[in-house]
């Protein structure tokens, strides 16, 4: 997860605390956390890395839209992340 942006690491966050999000509902998460619009432009494009890098897959919901969930992998990525960031913050 070292190599993915703090927006990648966002959306792979949504992706995980969600049950087959669309790319809207992703949007509109990240929006709302973000307080600000995201464009499709910066959407889509960093969507298709995570799926890239086999952290999430994604499906077709319908002829117009598709689904994104979160893999193996990536809940393993998110997992070595939480472990690594208990190293120095405690809650």
Do not use: C
């Not at 992706?15 to 669309?22: N, Y």
């Not at 959407?43 to 117009?64: F, I």
């Amino acid at each position: 997860m070292h190599d993915l942006t703090g927006f990648q690491r966002d959306l792979l966050y949504v992706i995980a605390g969600a049950d087959q999000p669309s790319g809207q509902d992703v949007k509109d998460e990240v929006e709302q956390y973000y307080s600000a619009e995201i464009n499709h432009g910066r959407l889509y494009p960093n969507l298709d890395t995570l799926v890239n890098k086999e952290l999430v897959e994604k499906g077709q919901l319908d002829r117009r839209t598709n689904y994104y969930a979160i893999t193996d992998a990536g809940r393993d990525q998110i997992q070595e992340r939480r472990d690594w960031e208990e190293q120095y913050v405690e809650l």
